[in-house]
């Protein structure tokens, strides 16, 4: 068994590598609709206490009822999609709006998020909690102590 040191700076350039490498691939093999705009995997921010873990990610452009959480023992699953400027609605019984406008060119794509990621402790999803300000997305993680248990109800 050999016993290789490894400096903080060469972990950082390796996780670059891995990460440029996965963008490589994604972005070769994937198959996305032809009118949607890719789905952007956000950096996220960890930081870890005694009760439990924060997550900070940046979802700009996305509201708070577009963002979906989803908690599975250790893994943490976030999916957020802005939705599509929408032609104003016509009333009931009246007739819908004629345009004033039409598009020339549009750059702009409705941003999709998606991002994974395993902790090293269970999460408790009942006291845990999510905020969205100002397109930062924080969770509040509380880690499922060792004393709980679970029930199963037959």
């Known amino acids: 068994m050999f016993i290789v040191p490894v400096s903080r700076r060469a972990a950082v350039r390796a996780r670059h590598f891995d990460s440029l490498i996965d963008n490589a691939f994604d972005q070769?093999?994937?198959q996305p609709a032809a009118d949607s705009a890719p789905v952007r995997r956000p950096a996220i921010d960890v930081s870890e206490s005694e009760r439990g873990y924060v997550v900070t990610l940046d979802v700009p452009g996305v509201s708070r009822e577009d963002v979906k959480v989803s908690i599975d023992g250790r893994?943490?699953?976030?999916?957020?999609?802005?939705?599509?400027?929408?032609?104003?609605?016509?009333?009931?019984g009246t007739e819908a709006p004629q345009p004033t406008e039409r598009v020339i060119l549009r750059e702009r794509a409705t941003p999709s998020f998606a991002r994974?990621?395993?902790?090293q402790s269970e999460?408790?999803?009942?006291?845990?909690?999510?905020?969205?300000?100002?397109?930062?997305?924080?969770?509040?993680?509380?880690?499922?102590?060792?004393?709980?248990?679970?029930?199963?109800?037959?």
């Open 75 to 92: 893994r943490v699953s976030i999916v957020a999609e802005a939705r599509a400027a929408e032609a104003p609605a016509a009333a009931e």
């Open 28 to 30: 070769l093999f994937a």
């Open 123 to 154: 999460i408790d999803q009942a006291s845990s909690q999510a905020k969205l300000d100002n397109g930062v997305l924080t969770l509040t993680l509380t880690k499922r102590s060792a004393n709980t248990t679970q029930l199963t109800v037959n």
């Open 116 to 119: 994974s990621f395993t902790l």
